[in-house]
């Protein structure tokens, strides 16, 4: 018994230790769900400007009729109401609506045949439709359900010519079967809209897909959606992967997002784990580097570097001295992120290797240097693009050589505050040139030739003329350049895009409060991604990607 009560206490606990926290989290307003409700009412109109009515057909007494070729000619829906309800649906309802039709009739009366259309309206038309929200075995939100009701109050149609009076007496028959059958197809079709065609649009959220060809981002859902009176709750895993190993996870350790506006019509926030499993992704990949080399150096910087290590050089066989000069650049830990309400910064460990390149013989080693930066970061948004602006901010270089070097250098440092905590190479005895001229040039050449590169404004390094004397330079870093230029889209349908975007940093991560407008109606995306008819024995068609970022 005592054993039973402990598990009951800690059951709480344990649930909220089990539970992940969202490296992304977003959040739809009423605000934004008006907006949805004007986009939904068009699409609703147009689902319901489709139905489809069977032919009616009967006899009472000495009166046949055949009614066919039911076509609704317009609608009008004067209040409708799209409101959430707690804690998983959302509710739509239509009241007083009126909708006209018009079909074809054939009519036998005794002796007396007639044919033609009759116009006929149908008033008070009421529906209510709940939409539960949930999470799929994918991790995608979907439309898991749906329940509707509708009613219409009365109906009238109106008949011309010589037997008008006759059938305006008969006319009960056919306006009882007519309200009937169009009421019986009311719900079937908007049921066919949420759970399949607004279903197909929620398909177009970006859930498991490849950023590039070395990273991927994993958008799927935590939980099922959290439904509020006010606002809808979306999270999301917002992991990047290394595709070489995508079942690896790197582990969220980072304060959950936690959003509490509601001004705007949606919210987006990422923790700093987003960003993190980004940079360790391409670590993991290897294409954190960069490879400068003869004519790709600087040639002020390799005058410069050349008299540093003048001494070295000169103990060096002939053939070596006027060897070209190599400048590796190695990112040697995975870069991490730290979001302030005074900004955000990106602390980074790199090593960079000065080597002389002798064509035909191996590289000579004229120094490694273990580097510290800090970068500082502008988060912004470009369309559903997150795009991210880097810039140098704090740089420290000391040697893995010399502790002469490394003592010079810190002393030259000594302004700068550290960049982070990284652990300091074993120095040894080696008495290298020191590195305080150094100080100033490799942070130039940083912000001149590197920082551009990696914010995908500059042009990567052109490989060098082919052939000797030396091989071509490697622009490693151009994965995530070309990441930070074109960002990485945020999980939104397909035609809904932001307006009027602010980014606000707190403590642990950063929300994107933005307004929402539709590039393109449900009806186009849906069209856009209807699976065509294919002729017997063609492929079926390739399946769409609409989420490529």
């Not at 139905?51 to 009729?65: A, C, M, N, P, R």
């Not at 510290?372 to 420290?396: C, M, N, P």
Request: a neutral charge.
């Amino acid at each position: 018994m005592a054993a039973g009560s402990l598990l009951l206490l800690l059951l709480p606990w344990l649930a909220a230790a089990s539970r992940s926290p969202p490296g992304c989290k977003i959040r739809i307003t009423s605000k934004g769900l008006e907006l949805v409700k004007q986009e939904g009412l068009r699409f609703v109109e147009q689902e319901l400007e489709n139905i489809t009515v069977s032919d009616l057909h009967g006899k009472e007494g000495q009166f046949h009729y055949n009614i066919s070729q039911v076509r609704v000619l317009d609608l009008h829906l004067p209040f409708s109401d799209l409101h959430f309800q707690p804690r998983q649906h959302l509710s739509f309802n239509i009241i007083n609506a009126s909708i006209s039709l018009r079909f074809r009739r054939q009519l036998l009366y005794w002796f007396f045949y007639d044919i033609g259309s009759i116009n006929a309206s149908a008033d008070g038309v009421q529906i209510h439709t709940v939409l539960q929200l949930s999470k799929d075995e994918g991790g995608r939100i979907k439309i898991s359900n749906m329940s509707c009701n509708a009613s219409i109050a009365r109906m009238h149609a109106g008949f011309s010519g010589t037997l008008r009076k006759v059938y305006e007496f008969l006319s009960t028959f056919i306006i009882t079967g007519m309200r009937y059958l169009l009421s019986q197809q009311i719900c079937p079709s908007l049921n066919h809209a949420g759970l399949v065609l607004l279903n197909s649009v929620l398909d177009t959220v970006p859930v498991r897909n490849y950023v590039d060809e070395h990273i991927g981002i994993d958008y799927s859902l935590l939980r099922d959606p959290v439904v509020s009176t006010d606002t809808l709750d979306l999270d999301f895993k917002g992991m990047f992967f290394y595709r070489g190993k995508e079942e690896q996870e790197l582990e969220n350790h980072a304060v959950e997002p936690v959003i509490k506006e509601t001004e705007r019509m949606v919210y987006v926030a990422f923790s700093e784990y987003f960003f993190d499993s980004a940079m360790h992704s391409y670590f993991q990949a290897g294409v954190l580097a960069m490879q400068l080399e003869g004519d790709k150096v600087p040639k002020d910087l390799e005058v410069l570097l050349r008299a540093t290590f003048f001494g070295t050089i000169f103990m060096l066989s002939p053939g070596v001295v006027d060897a070209p000069l190599r400048l590796e650049l190695q990112v040697s830990a995975p870069p991490r992120c730290v979001i302030k309400p005074s900004g955000t910064s990106v602390s980074v460990s790199a090593l960079l290797n000065i080597s002389l390149v002798p064509p035909g013989r191996p590289p000579v080693q004229l120094s490694s240097m273990a580097m510290e930066t800090k970068l500082s970061a502008k988060v912004f948004l470009h369309g559903k693009a997150l795009r991210v602006l880097l810039d140098l901010r704090r740089f420290r270089i000391y040697s893995k050589q010399s502790a002469l070097e490394s003592l010079a250098v810190s002393g030259a440092g000594a302004a700068l505050a550290p960049c982070g905590p990284a652990p300091r190479p074993a120095l040894t005895p080696d008495l290298s040139p020191q590195l305080f001229s150094l100080q100033a040039p490799l942070k130039t050449l940083l912000q001149l030739t590197i920082m551009p590169i990696i914010n995908g404004r500059g042009a990567a390094p052109a490989p060098a003329t082919p052939g000797p004397p030396h091989p071509p330079s490697l622009p490693l870093f151009l994965p995530l350049a070309e990441r930070t230029k074109k960002g990485v889209q945020i999980p939104l349908p397909e035609g809904m895009d932001f307006t009027r975007e602010v980014v606000t940093n707190h403590a642990g991560f950063l929300t994107v409060g933005a307004d929402l407008h539709f590039s393109k109606g449900l009806r186009e995306v849906i069209e856009k991604y209807r699976p065509a008819p294919t002729a017997a024995g063609s492929p079926p068609p390739a399946a769409p990607t609409p989420h490529s970022l």
